[in-house]
C-alpha cells in the first residue's frame, strides 16, 4: 500500500487561504470518507484537525475545512495565522488488509 | 482526560528486537470503539501506520512489517506493547501509540489521541 500523495509544500501571507491536496485510489481516498488530517508542529505529536473528510473535533477552528472529490481530498486553511505554519498530514482508511494509510506531508509556511 | 505513554529502551542494536509499552490512563483500554495502535516517524520524514490492536486481542499489520511486528495487549495493567524484530538502522524513528476510533464495523475513522512520541535510535 503505498503511501497518499500531497505536495512538499505550501505557502501564503497571514490572512490568505491555503489549500492542500491529497491524492490516492479508489481502495482508500476515493473508496471510503475516512479521510482525515492532522497538523504537526516540530517536535510536537501530530493533532487531529479534520476526520471523516470535513468533521472538525472540538476546539479546531473553524478555519480549517476539508472536501473530496474523487480519490483526491482537501484541507483549506483560511485566514491563515503564524500558529498554522506547520506540517500537514493526510490519511484514510484503506480496507481490511491495510486498514491505514497517511500522506508525504505538505509544510505549509505563513509568509 | 486520556493520556497515553510510551515507554521502553532508547537504543536498540541491529538484528535484534524493539520492544515498547504504552500505558493508558484516564480511560479505559477495553472500549468497543477504539483501536490501539503504533505509529513511527523516522526523522525528517513523514508519518507510518504500524498497526494496531483491539482490547479482544485482534490485530491489524501494516503489510509492509507484518512479517517483524507483534502488537499485544494487557487489558489488567491498561496497557498494550510492540515488537519489532531484526531491526535495522531504517527502523530509527520516533515512535508514537496512539488511540484510533473506528466504526461499529471495524473502519478506522482517525487518530484522535497520541503519547508523546519517544525516539529510538537503532545503532551499535
Known amino acids: 500500500q503505498s503511501a497518499l500523495t500531497q505536495p512538499p509544500s505550501a505557502s501564503g501571507s497571514p490572512g490568505q487561504s491555503v489549500t492542500i491536496s491529497c491524492t490516492g485510489t479508489?481502495?482508500?481516498?476515493?473508496?471510503?470518507?475516512?479521510v482525515s488530517w492532522y497538523q504537526q508542529h516540530p517536535g510536537k505529536a501530530p493533532k487531529l484537525m479534520i476526520y471523516e473528510v470535513s468533521k472538525r473535533p472540538s476546539g479546531v477552528p473553524d478555519r480549517f475545512s476539508g472536501s473530496k472529490s474523487g480519490n483526491t481530498a482537501s484541507l483549506t486553511v483560511s485566514g491563515l495565522q503564524a500558529e498554522d505554519e506547520a506540517d500537514y498530514y493526510c490519511?484514510?482508511?484503506?480496507?481490511?488488509?491495510?486498514?491505514?494509510?497517511f500522506g508525504t506531508g505538505t509544510k505549509v509556511t505563513v509568509l | 482526560q486520556l493520556q497515553l505513554q510510551e515507554s521502553g529502551p532508547g537504543l536498540v542494536k541491529p538484528s535484534e528486537t524493539l520492544s515498547l509499552t504504552c500505558t493508558v490512563s484516564?480511560?479505559?483500554?477495553?472500549?468497543?470503539?477504539?483501536?490501539w495502535g503504533w505509529i513511527r516517524q523516522p526523522p525528517g520524514k513523514g508519518l507510518e501506520w504500524i498497526g494496531s490492536i483491539y482490547y479482544s486481542g485482534s490485530t491489524y499489520y501494516n503489510p509492509s512489517l507484518k512479517s517483524r511486528v507483534t502488537i499485544s495487549v494487557d487489558t489488567s495493567k491498561n496497557q498494550f506493547s510492540l515488537k519489532l524484530s531484526s531491526v535495522t538502522a531504517a527502523d530509527t524513528a520516533v515512535y508514537y501509540c496512539a488511540r484510533l476510533g473506528v466504526t461499529i464495523f471495524g473502519v478506522v475513522i482517525a487518530v484522535d489521541y497520541w503519547g508523546q512520541g519517544t525516539l529510538v535510535t537503532v545503532s551499535s
Open positions: 479508489s481502495s482508500d481516498v476515493g473508496g471510503y470518507n475516512y
Open positions: 484516564g480511560g479505559s483500554i477495553s472500549s468497543s470503539s477504539y483501536y
Open positions: 490519511s484514510s482508511y484503506a480496507g481490511s488488509n491495510n486498514p491505514y494509510v
